[in-house]
């Protein structure tokens, strides 16, 4: 399976998706298609023909603006048809910016407001351990997104009670809607901060293939502590003059010849 290939199938349809829709946040989607592409089709443990399957693993997107990337994963996964997607983002449409799990099979939580993913997957995960079930919880978080007390509230919570079946990945892309991460509200010691509240942390590359499978095939056998993957990605990635410091493709999407330079890299 060539995971590379389907991140750039994503990449190229949440282009078009976005740009149809004349919808934003683009560079906040393509900083986590990687990682999106090897949850879905190497770590998961799901079944596409029945979406709500007791035993399958948890997925969150609690960075719910970043929706567009997400169910294009799930169509390239086989969740539902491609061609649905047509519809993002329009009038009466199920696919709204941020994500929505009204009638999209695949997706867990309705999210939007940031610092909500965490708490809910706490108590997924607390009511697997106390029922005895297997299954685990992954949750994908913007590092905007942990300026949000309730992130830390609920990660003295989920090392408080050892929950070994969470894995906590940070979307480590140093960008957020109005400036870079350092000059808004510093991070830093980011891996500190989330070792002290319990966590088994590792930091990785967010776009490497091999190192995101590996890493999580860990997490997935982690005992005694919720793991925190910190994944340094790069917003706008797979597109030159998207990437890093470029915080106007936050808000816009592309359009015209910049829709067709994007493809062309793309391709």
């Known amino acids: 399976m060539d995971t590379k290939k389907i991140a750039q199938n994503i990449r190229k349809r949440v282009l078009k998706m976005t740009c149809e829709a004349q919808s934003p946040h683009i560079s906040s989607i393509f900083s986590i298609v990687?990682?999106?592409?090897?949850?879905?089709?190497?770590?998961?443990n799901l079944d596409t023909q029945n979406p709500r399957w007791l035993k399958r693993d948890r997925f969150i997107l609690s960075k719910g603006h970043a929706g567009a990337g997400v169910y294009a994963t799930l169509a390239e996964r086989g969740f539902f048809d491609v061609n649905e997607l047509d519809n993002y983002c329009k009038n009466g449409s199920k696919f709204s910016g941020h994500i929505s799990h009204k009638n999209i099979p695949g997706v867990e939580l309705s999210t939007g407001a940031l610092g909500h993913g965490l708490p809910v997957a706490?108590?997924?995960?607390?009511?697997?351990?106390l029922n005895q079930q297997e299954?685990?919880?992954?949750?994908?978080?913007?590092?905007?997104?942990?300026?949000?007390?309730?992130?830390w509230e609920a990660a003295l919570f989920a090392g408080h009670h050892k929950l070994d079946n969470l894995v906590v990945i940070i979307d480590y892309n140093k960008i957020q809607c109005i400036a870079k991460t350092q000059d808004v509200l510093d991070l830093e010691p980011f891996v500190d901060k989330w070792k002290s509240f319990g966590f088994m942390v590792k930091e990785i590359d967010g776009h490497d293939h091999e190192a995101l499978e590996g890493c999580f095939m860990e997490a997935k056998q982690t005992k005694g502590q919720p793991t925190?993957?910190?994944?340094?990605?790069?917003?706008g990635k797979g597109v030159s003059f998207m990437e890093n410091d470029k915080i106007l493709w936050h808000f816009?999407?592309?359009?015209?010849?910049?829709?067709?330079?994007?493809?062309?890299e793309l391709a």
């Open 228 to 235: 925190c993957i910190i994944a340094h990605t790069i917003k």
């Open 135 to 151: 299954h685990k919880i992954f949750v994908l978080l913007s590092d905007g997104e942990c300026d949000e007390g309730s992130v």
């Open 34 to 44: 990687d990682i999106v592409t090897i949850l879905y089709f190497k770590i998961l």
């Open 122 to 129: 706490n108590g997924m995960a607390l009511n697997a351990k």
């Open 252 to 264: 816009r999407s592309a359009q015209g010849e910049e829709y067709d330079c994007a493809l062309k």
